[in-house]
């Protein structure tokens, strides 16, 4: 096999060509997969600034008639905006859809699968010995009355309790802020 100069490849050097296009690929494919990911919350941003009508705090106060919160957050599914709020319930974590223009439960709470079954347990670990809620947790941490919450989970972190808020500020700049709100659980 000859390269683009026309010399025939070495092993040595096909090698190490193969493994500098696979760490272009990983770094580039990375790369693309943040840029997606940060274009989703964007998006998710600007339909919970415009047609999120219920905080995210109340949505977790309403969940917790089902039982306790452990997490909650602000997604598009099918490109409309949807609000959940995952909750230890009796049978084990299940999610909990709260309508967001009124703020009231909608259909029947659903149990927690795979992946979100596994988050689920891990944030009532953490939130087994912490000392606020999610609610006050969201309503203590946000930077000011105009931000709405996003989301907010929690994990363990060096054997105490650890939240993220995630929350979207109103205004011309891209808004979205992630504050890994340290310790604010405990």
Do not use: C, Q
Not at 2 to 16: D, F, H, T, V
Not at 50 to 67: D, H, M
Not at 81 to 97: D, F, H, I, S
Not at 154 to 160: E, F, H, I, Q, V
Request: proline share 5%.
């Amino acid at each position: 096999m000859k390269n683009a100069l026309g010399r025939s490849w070495s092993p040595r050097s096909l090698l190490a060509a193969v493994g500098a296009m696979g760490l272009l690929v990983a770094f580039t494919g990375a790369a693309a997969a943040e840029d997606v990911a940060r274009a989703h919350l964007l998006e998710v941003r600007n339909a919970v600034l415009k047609e999120g009508k219920v905080p995210l705090e109340k949505a977790i106060k309403t969940a917790e008639k089902t039982g306790k919160p452990l997490a909650a957050a602000y997604d598009l599914k099918d490109g409309k905006l949807r609000l959940a709020v995952w909750v230890a319930a009796a049978g084990g974590p299940v999610e909990v859809v709260v309508d967001h223009k009124t703020g009231k439960v909608v259909g029947t709470p659903a149990p927690l699968t795979g992946a979100d079954l596994a988050a689920a347990k891990a944030a009532e670990t953490a939130l087994a010995t912490a000392k606020l809620s999610l609610a006050d947790a969201v309503l203590k941490e946000k930077p000011d009355k105009k931000s709405k919450g996003i989301s907010v989970t929690a994990a363990t972190a060096d054997g105490r309790p650890k939240g993220t808020l995630v929350y979207a500020v109103p205004g011309p700049t891209d808004g979205v802020w992630s504050t890994s709100i340290g310790y604010f659980l405990d």
